[in-house]
C-alpha cells in the first residue's frame, strides 16, 4: 500500500493500537520512524521496539506500555507538519505540549530529537509530532 504521509500512518497505527490496548503495533520500517521510536522508547511512551524481517521488507514492531490500571502512557499522537503544510520553529519558537509534560519531535540538521533537546542544542527545525 502505498501512503502519501507514512510518519502519520505509523501515529495513527500507535494511536489505534493503544486505544485498543493492543501490546504491540508493526509499522513499515523506515529510518526515520525509527528515530521516533527511539524518542517514544526514551520519553517513556513505549516499553521498546524490535526491527523485524516479514517476506520482502522489514517492519517495526513497537511494545506499548499501559500503566498499573491498564491504561494507556501513550494518550494522544498529533501531526504537526504534514505534506501540505510544513511547519517549522526556530530555537525560540520551539512549542511545548501541554506545558512541558508533553513531547514535540523535531526534524532538525542534526537529526530527529525532541523539542527539549533542540533548544538545549539551539537548533531549531521541522516540527513533525506532539505527543502526550
Same mark, same amino acid.
Given at each position: 500500500m502505498n501512503t502519501t504521509d507514512p510518519i502519520a500512518d505509523m501515529l495513527t497505527r500507535l494511536r489505534n493500537a493503544s486505544q485498543a490496548r493492543h501490546a504491540a503495533v508493526?509499522?513499515?520500517?523506515?529510518?526515520?520512524? %525509527?528515530?521516533i521510536a527511539k524518542i517514544l522508547e526514551q520519553e517513556g511512551y513505549v516499553s521498546g521496539f524490535d526491527i523485524k524481517d516479514q517476506d520482502n521488507s522489514k517492519a517495526l514492531r513497537v511494545n506499548l506500555k499501559y500503566d498499573s490500571q491498564k491504561r494507556?502512557?501513550?494518550?494522544?499522537?498529533? !501531526?504537526?507538519?504534514?505534506? =501540505?503544510?510544513?511547519?517549522y520553529a526556530g530555537m525560540h519558537d520551539m512549542p511545548r505540549v501541554l506545558g512541558g509534560a508533553g513531547t514535540v519531535v523535531v526534524s532538525t540538521n542534526r537529526g530527529i530529537m525532541t523539542g527539549?533537546?533542540? !533548544?538545549?542544542?539551539?537548533? =531549531? =527545525?521541522? %516540527?513533525?509530532?506532539?505527543?502526550?
Open positions: 508493526d509499522v513499515p520500517f523506515s529510518r526515520m520512524k %525509527l528515530a494507556p502512557v501513550l494518550n494522544g499522537l498529533r !501531526r504537526v507538519s504534514k505534506p =501540505g503544510l510544513r511547519v527539549r533537546e533542540a !533548544r538545549r542544542r539551539h537548533l =531549531g =527545525g521541522e %516540527l513533525i509530532a506532539e505527543i502526550w
